[in-house]
């Protein structure tokens, strides 16, 4: 590992002035960039701790939301009673990933911010990949990828974006809020994860500097209907092959608002809109379900090694649908 400067930020301003001095990155639970580090895939010149800015707190929100600072644990987020109440398919995405240690480091800000897993940016042995080194080519491509996406992948890159959080945060239409040198903003999760195009070392469009500091959750109409399925090679601490975060809002017996989300197959949680208006109206059903899990799949371009995530994808969305309309989806305990 390269040596580095480590500061501690008391504020957030002046962590954003540091990152801004140093060229550095902020650490928080620091489960995915010190791995990266140690490997010798990223090798900041400086880290910004930002453990000490007092961002760890869940609440509530006039509109009847929640927000959640961005150094709130991933246990803590997957734990806390308005999570579990209200967003019950964020709570199971957390606990679909990593381990109970890591989710007991990993923060809010910094599982949105973790980078693929494909192993040819992970290893830095290998001399072709676009991601950790742009325009070296991406060995993917034609190698080992059926871990990798079927979704709005480029010729540059073909990885997804590991993170179940997002996929449920896709599907609740969560806001990121972020603080920079220019001021704050609020970026829709929709727009805050970019597809590779001819830029894959851009995994999402913060500017320069900027930190995330929460996450806003609006008013959930899948607190009684949702569901996360994660499929993987195996139980536990492994990444998705595919997820499904779906919620389903019935009244009446029809289906009034619908969305899905599917992880594991893009660099960015997919959803399809046609698919989620095809249900809205219709009596749950597995035909309807099959029809919707049909339009969110129609676009899928497999790569030589994963053409079984179509069929997989088929099969996983109509599972979380059922499982969304057939229960009342809160965890458990
Ligand atoms: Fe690198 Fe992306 Fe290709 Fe993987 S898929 S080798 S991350 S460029």
Known sequence: MKTFAFEHATSVEGAIASVVATGGKYYAGGTNLLDLMKGGVEAPPALVDVRRLDLRNVAATESGGVHIESGVTNSAIANHPLIRSQYPVLSQAILSGATTQLRNMATAGGNLLQ??????????????????????????????????????????????????????????????????????????????????????????????????TGIELPPSPFAEHSWYLKVRDR??????????????????????????????????????????????????????????????????????QNAFKVDLGLHSVVRALTKAAGSAGRVAG
């Open 115 to 212: 980078r693929t897993r494909c192993p040819y940016f992970m290893e830095a042995a290998f001399a072709q990949c676009n991601k950790r080194i742009p325009g070296s080519g991406c060995a993917a491509t034609d190698s080992f990828n059926r871990e990798h996406a079927i979704f709005g992948a480029s010729d540059a890159c073909v990885a997804i974006h590991p993170s179940d959080m997002a996929v449920a945060l896709a599907i609740l239409d969560a806001g990121v809020h972020v603080h920079g040198p220019e001021g704050r903003r609020t970026v829709p999760i929709a727009d805050f994860f970019r597809l590779p195009g001819e830029e894959p070392q851009r995994d999402n469009t913060l500017r320069t500097a900027e930190l995330i």
């Open 235 to 304: 139980h536990s601490y492994a990444f998705a092959l595919v997820s499904v975060a779906a919620g389903l809002e019935i009244e009446e017996g029809r289906i009034r608002a619908a969305a899905i989300g599917l992880g594991g197959v893009a660099a960015k949680p997919w959803r399809v809109a046609e698919a989620e208006h095809s249900l809205i109206g219709q009596v749950p059903s597995l035909d309807a379900f099959r029809a919707a899990a049909r339009l969110v799949m129609a676009g899928a371009q497999p790569l030589s």
